[in-house]
Each structure stands twice: as structure tokens, then as C-alpha cells.
């Protein structure tokens, strides 16, 4: 099944238009989900079917429109919490959120995914957030699956005028994440801010389509992605910043980072810059690197081991987007999987 | 303040057509009978038609590409694929037919060759008119010959290098090229040889509803060092010309080409090239790449760097004005240790012009201490045109340094009001400010060529930025 098409198609040669998972990894047998834990959040029924720009393809949209075992309107009271836990009971979950962040509010909200065992989960999620005007909301979103299960997200956000979104995409989970990511700047003096950072390891792959739209007047879009690769662990990065007609004085900035902590990883990035509007500011950049000898002799020579001094440079990397948590048991919980998660690999 | 205005390039001086005034000229239309008529008609040899026979096969079962501009436009049913002009190739100017030495005059050619030329090749239409080299060159072992008589005089070297670094199931146009090339240029550099002076080819195609197939096959061997220059320009038609020519570059150990290139094809024309360079170890390529015309583009040059140490830089800037669409950009595959790959590209749109940046980067496994720097920047100077960056990249080994950064946006409101504040009129300053912008790539140029470059980006002005 192929998934996540990018935004402007390239040369097939480059294996990076769409990712292409095993039928067999996308489940159609859907049974009920129930280990689910709220705070916060004022959760009511959907029947009505969500529509977004973009998603992971049509199959996994209809099948969250139709199909899913947990479908509802979402309204944030304050720090809202939304956690899913998978268990031999609850092993396959397509949830379909339609989210309201309403006018003049500021609000804050954590999903969480997690499992308490190895076994394959299979997890499709349709998130829609739409921020009314002058609304404010950080919303994070952290994956922490065992390295087994299959993670597919759409996320499509719509944000009108002057309102503001900081969002985070934590990956630390799943053999397979699939993420496409869909922010529409839709009216004047808005504001779009995504931190995501992923820390993957052995036969993990992790294909990321994060796009952005910029339609409004004096818009603002940043993009920042850090991630770190171990063993044979594979990404590939889509990322699009589209200035469109009409979003004048509008601002984009887009970087993606990404550590080879071992010779195995292969990394591919396609980080895009549309622009049919004249009075904008665009710039992007993408880099991929080993962790610098210097950097790593300095912090040794201070007393620390190979192993501590890579973690500190790793999460020194992570720590603009950790500083978003406000829960300090889930922070330490990802510092610890940060931890055991960077090998020293030669 | 009013808006600024940027008149389109004054292609007067490209846009002269002469008679059509053939000596043949094939039918429109592509097929084997097409492919058969050309090979007999340059007397080739059974393995050169076996090539073009299988590459028409090749064309005919590839799709056109799912991405890039739209080439809907493009019917090879009223393309003539061949045309021979009146005259036979000469190696003096005196000898070539008057109408066709005064394209070449009005282009600057001669001139050009006179003052600081160490050879040219000149073809017009599907046939080269015009060869030369200096005598000392030819003394030292240097070939420059066009393509058609290398075929005949050295067909061992040719077939071991002819659409090898390029092979004819690449893509489409690749495939066409190959089953009805014809004309372009053949050079050897023989070891520990500097040639000091550039080597120019021109190509300028006259005939309405035609194609051009150029092929330039260039090897420059161990320690020898080579500048050669391409220039291309056609008048304008309303039907749709065709240029789909390939590049085959071959650096050996040791040695640098630089590799130029001044596009200025008319505005109905489909440009659609392929440039390789295989690069071997400790070789530099080094491409300069200037793209003004065509009504659409499909060029990214390409270095493969298969030698410890080999380097690729490129230096690149596309201009795109009304009615164009110039999809440009570079690849390069990094295959041994220790290789870099640099790569600077500048792009401008005005008038409902579109430009596409489009590249990919491969460094292999094997690409231990490279290094890759990509930079690119985007000049929109109205809000009706188009820029787009879509740069790949695929990293195999952690042992390499990777970057890429791009800028998009339209010249700075700060900048222009400083230099205005120092005495510029508005037109003056944007003039500036827009050379500057193509100084990296002019300042790589032969001086003569800059000056057409900077000719090519000639800007009037009325009023400022609004």
C-alpha cells in the first residue's frame, strides 16, 4: 500500500514520492478499544465524517471515518491529557479526534500513545484541530509504542485568524511511523510552530510528510525537525512550506537535523519551498552529520563516558521541543528511553 | 511608490531567423524508417544504426516523466528530427556560405574565436558547419572533432564511451536522443595536457517545427585540464522546436574540465538535456551554468564521483520570464571516500515566469569523509511568478558532512533604500542588486560571456518596489 504522497511529485528514481507499507501491516479487523484515560477534556460523540487536505492516503481516512473504535469531538478545558494504552485487550485502535480550540482561549493538550508489552499494535489515528480566531493552543503528541507496533497518524489543523498553534510530534516508538502532518495558515496574523523529534533504532522506519500552507497576510510558519538514527533504522523527511497567492508579509522557516549515530541508517530528506507570492520570506535548510569528534572528546575530557557524552549531545538536540512537557514523569520516562536508545555504534 | 517593472531580455539580437533554406530535410514524425534515413544518410556504420534502432525501441515503450512541467505541447508528429542545411562542414570562416556566416557573425562567434578561442565548432541545424583547433593543440594530441566524424575516424573510442555514462533507457528523451542524434562535439585530451584556451561549440538551430539532437562526448584524460563552452540560441516561432541533446563528460584521474554553458533558446522552445560527468579519482568537474530561454526547461547536469577525492562544483542561475517554465537544478551520486560535491544555484522569475530547483544528492556507502553544501536562493521581483525549491537527498553513511539551505524572496525594501540613500536611482540600485545576485556565476565566465550573461539579464526600470 503506498502512503504519504508528497506534496510535488519527483522523479520515482528517488524513492521518496511515497512510502510503501505491507498490506498485511494495515488492519481491517477492528475490534473495540477501551484503555483509554482523559483529564480535562470535554469528550462527546462524532457520527459526522471529517474531512482533511491531505492524510495518509484514502484508504487509512476512510477507515478512520468509518470504521474507527473511538470517534469523537474533543473540547479543551485547560491542560487537557488524552492517553492510549495498548494490551492484549486493546491491540488495535483508529481513532478519528475533531478538536475545537475556541475563540480567545489558550489551551494546552497532551496525547499519548503507549503499550505495556512487545506484541504488534496496530494504531491509525485522524486528528482535525481547528483553532478558532485568536485562540491559542500547544498541543504535543508523543509516541511511545514498543518497536513493534504500527503507528499511522494524519493530522490536519486549521487555524484562523490571529490564532496560534505550537505543536509537537515526539517519536520514540514503533517499528513503522508513517506522520503526515497538515497546518493551513488560513487567515491574517496567524501562526503555525511544529517541534518533532524522533529517536529510532533497529528495522524501524519512519517516513515524516510535515506540509504547511500559507494563505493569509503577515502568516508565520516554523518547522523544526531534530532526529538521531541508530543500527539500520531508515527516515525519509517530506517537508513543504507553500507561500500561496494572496500571503504577503508572511514568513516560513523550515530545518531538519538528523544524527547517523551509526553507518546502517540511511537517511532521505525532501524538504520543499513553494512560493507564488512575491512579498514573503522563505528559507529552509537540512543537514545530516555524525556527532562531531570535537564535541565529543571536549564532553569525555570533562569526565563523562562515550556513552553519556553521546546521549547529552542527542538530547541537547531534543531539549527546545522537551521543554513543551509540563509532565515530569513522562519527560524523565523519555530522557530514560533517550538513554537506552543511543547505542555507541561503530 | 510604484511598482517596479522589469522589462523582458532584449533577445533582438537572437531572435533573427534566416530563409529555411535546406539542403534536406525530413519528414516530421518519428519512426524506424526516420531513424534508418538518418543513419544512411551519414553513411554509418551497422553498430551506430543498431543503437539509434534500439533506443527508438527504448523510447517508445517509456512514459513521459509523472513530474515536472507539463509536455503535453510536445508532439513528436510535427517535429522534422533532421535537417541538413546547404553547406559542407568548413575550417575557415571564408568557406562557409554567406547567410550562415552571418548567424555566426551576429552571435559574436568569430570574434570570440579570433580573441581568445582555442577551437570552435558551430552547428546549425542537424549539422556541424564549422571546425577548427589550433594547430598547436592538434600538435599536442588533442581531438576536437564533431561527433559525426568521430564516429567515422574513431569509432573504438566512441563506442567504448558513447551513451555509456548516459544510457539510453535514462528516460525518454534520452531514448529519442539516441535514435536520431546527430551533429555536436567529440574531444580528447590526452594526458598531462592543459588546454588553455576554452574549446566553444555553438549550436544555433534556424528551421521552424524541427528538433536538435546535438551529442558532445568529451574525455579528458589523467592530469590534463580542459574549459569548454556551450552556447545555444534558435529565433522564435509560434510552433513548438525541440531540443533534446545529451552531454557525456569523462574526467579521468587527475584531470578538470569545467563545463560552461549560455542557454538562450527562444521562447517556443522545449529544452529538454541531459548532462553527465563521471568523475574518476582526484578529477574535478566543474559545471557554470547559465539558463535565459526556452519556453520550457528540463535540465539538471549530473556528477558521478566514482574516484577517491573527486570533486563536483556547480554553479548554476536560471532566468525565467513570461511564458516560461525552467525546471533546472543538479544531481550528483557520491560513490568513494573523500569526494565533495558543491553546489550554488540562483534563480529569478518575473512576469509569470516559473522556476523549479530541483536536485538530488546520493552519497552511497561508500562516500566515507565527503562532503556535501547545497545552496540555493530564489529571486521572485513580482507576485505573479513562480519559485519552487525541491531539493532530495539520500544519505547512506554516517561518515559525511551533508547541508543544504535555500532562500526565497524578493529583493529587500532595506537594501534598495540604502543604496537610493547613497545617489542610485531606484532602477540603478535593482540593477545592482540583481548583478550582484548573479555575480557568483558571471564572475566564473570567460569575460566575454559575462558580458552576454549580464546582457541577458539587462533590466529597465520605472518607479520602485511597490
Known sequence: MLLNKAVVNTSNNYGINHISLNDELIKDNISSFNNITSNNLIIKGNDGIVNIKYGLNDYLTNQANNNSNYKKNINIKEDGVLSFTFDSENNTLVE??????????????????????????YHNGLIKINLEKNSKARIIIVNLLNNNSCNLLSIDNCIEKEAQLDFGIFTFGSKNNVINYYSCLNADNSISNLNSIYLRGENTLTDLNYIIDLYGKNTNANMFVEGALTNNAKKS???????KKGSSSSFASESENTCLLSDEAISKSLPMMLCKEEKV???????TFKIDNNKLYYIMSRGLSEQEAKVLIIKSKFEKALNMINDEELRIKIEKIIDEGVNIYE | MKKSSIKEINSNIYDFKKEDNYEYKMNKGLNEEVVREISKLKNEEEWMLDIRLKALKVYNELSLPSWGPDLSELNMDDISSYVRPKVKKAHTWDDVPEDIKDTFDKLGIPEAEKGMLAGVGAQYDSEVVYHSIKEELKEQGVIYTDMDEAVKLYPEIVKEY?????????????????????????VYVPKNTDVYMPLQSYFRLNSPESGQFEHTLIIVDENSSLHFIEGCSAPKYSKINLHAGCVELYVKKGATLRYSTIENWSKNMMNLNTKKAIVEEGGKIEWISGSFGSHISMLYPMSILNGKGAVSEYTGISFAGKNQNLDTGFKAVLNAPETKALVNSKSISKNGGITTYRSNIKVSKKAENSKVSVNCDSLMLDDISVSDTI??????????????EAK??????????????????EEDAIALIVRGFAYPISKELPLEYAVEMNNLIKLELEGSIG
Open chain 1, 281 to 287: 520570506m522563505g528559507n529552509h535548510s537540512t543537514s
Open chain 2, 391 to 404: 531539493p532530495s537527498n539520500e544519505i547512506q553513511t554516517n561518515k559525511i558532512e551533508y547541508s543544504h
Open chain 1, 96 to 121: 478519528n479526534l475533531n478538536i475545537t480550540i475556541k475563540e480567545n482561549t489558550d489551551v494546552k493538550l497532551l496525547i499519548k500513545y503507549d503499550s505495556v508489552d512487545n506484541k504488534d499494535y
Open chain 2, 162 to 186: 558513447f551513451m555509456k555514462v548516459v544510457p539510453i533507457t535514462d528516460h525518454k528523451f534520452v531514448a529519442l536522443h539516441a535514435a536520431v542524434w546527430s551533429g555536436g562535439s567529440f
Open chain 2, 408 to 425: 526565497v524572496g524578493k529583493i529587500s525594501d532595506k537594501t534598495l533604500f540604502y543604496l537610493m540613500s547613497r545617489g542610485l536611482s
Open chain 1, 237 to 243: 523527511f517530506k517537508g513543504t512550506l507553500s507561500f
